[in-house]
């Protein structure tokens, strides 16, 4: 057994960990960074990059397939060639995880720990079978991995996860994707404009993050419109039948439907890995779902010298949330015991489903918490389907809602379905942190015709439902035609 002393030690190699490792570093060189799986993060190899690689090719298909309503033929139905599509899946996913893996080689070996590690107590990590470390600090920064009902596992090489997707060498003909969330509608819509017959089951009626009630219709609508989408199904069998899943489900006309897939999806959600941590072996605070507890701003856990970052930390799970939190914590095991407080920023959450998704801030739920039936907050709306731009690139398809304080008439958050989704949410966010009021925010420039004017209508609905502005009017004359 080898035996280890170091300052700082960080549990897990993903994009929380090697932030974690860098900034601790700044403050000594005695650090280790142990990982157990393959380096080049979750974001890189199985998530954020490949998910998006797979919808740009959706996109491509999907666009040509509306060149018509502009008066253009395409002669015939594209081809879509699933091999080259997966191809390229695979290549720029292995070029952006290659980029990641070039970096942890520029880590001296010394520094480097391959294996799982495990608490003894909490100054000692046992890795596999073969190092023992002790370390005056340790960051658990190891992520999170899909979790689905146990009997599906039943369904063997038929249960998919995301990562098995990205693997694939060509397209299957038919899956059923279980859970409409992130993970869920951005890997279906996309499977389904590049040829894949898809069903997507979901319960309670939730589509993806969103809260608000209107938007989240809206949402379901949208979808269901393009495929079939059932945000409250009622599935009842779920069986392997030779190299198939055998399915029988009532559909929303409440029609009995027994069919065959290629495989399951299963996007029901993610949970923090922790649970083969041997937290039981340190006294330490968990919350409802076993993860240690830790403080918004060191990601200080409730034993001092033990800190969490990233999904693993079961707060907020994207990627640059990962990265911050990573520095943090990293940052105050390094300083450790003098911690300070890091920059945590407004919330921002994109969904790349077309239309996309985006939230800000605070949700609609989280309002509805804080504020009760108060009245304290109120809702400007606009919706994209008469919004110029958004027309004239028939992209008009969507609704925001932005809230704002009674009295201050500060901007609360905003919740979204629409075009460009992902670049309002920024703008917003933006303002958000900067603590701006929606009469600041109407006060910035608007260009025109730009798809930033439904924003700019959905404001100046707010500021009138807050008091502080001039009443709505259905057309206004001087925002431009369209706006
Ligand atoms: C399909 C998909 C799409 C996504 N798309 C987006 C997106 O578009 N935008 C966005 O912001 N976020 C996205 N995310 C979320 C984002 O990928 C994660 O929030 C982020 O990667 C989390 O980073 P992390 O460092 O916490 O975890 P990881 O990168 O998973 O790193 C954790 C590491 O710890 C290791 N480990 C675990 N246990 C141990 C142990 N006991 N000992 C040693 N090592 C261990 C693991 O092997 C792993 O390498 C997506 C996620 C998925 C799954
Ligand atoms: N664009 C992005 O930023 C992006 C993309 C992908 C993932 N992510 C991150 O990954 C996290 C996890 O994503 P996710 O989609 O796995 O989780 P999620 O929580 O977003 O969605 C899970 C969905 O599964 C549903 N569900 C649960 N049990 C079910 C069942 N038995 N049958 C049918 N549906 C069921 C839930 O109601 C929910 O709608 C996200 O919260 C997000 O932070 C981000």
């Known amino acids: 057994m080898q035996q280890l002393n170091v300052d700082v030690a960080v549990i897990g190699a993903g994009t929380a960990g090697l932030g974690a490792y860098r900034a601790a570093k ?45 008066g253009i033929e395409v002669p015939a139905k594209p081809i879509i060639h699933g091999k080259q599509v997966m191809q390229r899946v695979k290549s720029e996913r292995d070029r952006f995880a290659g980029f990641v893996v070039e970096a942890v080689d520029g880590i001296p070996a010394e520094d480097k720990i391959r294996g799982y590690a495990k608490f003894i107590d ?69 499977l389904h404009r590049l040829g894949v017959r898809v069903l997507m089951f979901g319960v309670g009626n939730q589509v993806g993050p969103l809260s608000d009630p209107d938007v989240a219709e809206y949402a379901r609508n949208a979808f269901a419109e393009e495929f079939y989408l059932d945000a409250d199904a009622k599935v009842e069998t779920i069986k392997r039948d030779g190299d198939r899943v055998f399915l029988a489900y009532n559909d929303k006309q409440g029609e009995y439907i027994e069919t065959h897939v290629d495989y399951v999806i299963a ?16 006294n ?29 930390s079961n707060q907020i799970p994207l990627l640059h949330e990962a990265a911050d939190q990573g520095r943090i914590a990293g940052d105050n095991a390094g300083r450790f ?14 969904v790349f489903s077309d239309p996309q998704i985006a939230m800000v801030g605070q949700s609609h739920r989280e309002l509805e918490k804080q504020y009760g039936s108060c009245g304290c907050f109120a809702t400007g709306e606009v919706s994209f389907e008469n919004q110029g ?7 008009n398809k969507g609704m925001l809602h932005v809230y704002g304080e009674q009295g201050t008439g500060r901007f609360l958050g905003a919740e979204m379905i629409g075009p460009s989704a992902e670049h309002i949410a920024h703008l917003l966010a933006w303002a958000h942190q900067q603590k701006m009021t929606i009469a600041q925010m109407l006060d910035m420039p608007f260009y025109h015709p730009v798809i930033e004017e439904g924003l700019r209508t959905a404001l100046r609905d707010l500021n009138a439902k807050l008091h502080l502005g001039p009443a709505m ?7 431009g035609p369209g706006a």
């Open 26 to 70: 700044e403050h000594t060189a005695s650090v280790v960074m142990i990982e157990g799986g393959p380096y080049g993060t979750t974001c890189a190899r199985v998530g954020c990059m490949p998910s998006k690689l797979l919808i740009a090719a959706a996109e491509a298909a999907h666009d040509i397939g509306k060149a018509d309503k502009f």
């Open 122 to 190: 909490a100054t000692t990590l046992q890795i596999d079978d073969h190092t023992q470390i002790t370390a005056k600090r340790i960051v658990i920064a190891t992520g999170s991995r899909p979790t689905y009902p146990a009997p599906w596992a039943e369904l063997g090489d038929r249960l998919l996860i995301n990562d098995d997707v990205f693997e694939w060498d060509d397209l299957p003909e038919s899956v059923a994707v279980f859970g409409p969330g992130v993970i869920g509608l951005e890997l279906g819509q996309a």
């Open 267 to 282: 996007a029901t959600g993610r949970r923090p890995n922790v649970d083969k941590l041997g937290l039981e072996n340190i």
């Open 284 to 312: 330490i605070e968990l919350d409802e779902r076993g993860v240690p507890t830790a403080d918004h701003y060191t990601l200080q856990t409730s034993v001092p010298n033990l800190f969490i970052a990233g999904d693993a």
């Open 337 to 350: 015991p003098d911690i300070r407080a890091g920059l945590r920023r407004s919330a921002i959450a994109a």
């Open 389 to 395: 731009r958004s027309r004239v690139m028939l992209k």
């Open 473 to 479: 009017i259905e057309q206004c004359m001087e925002c």
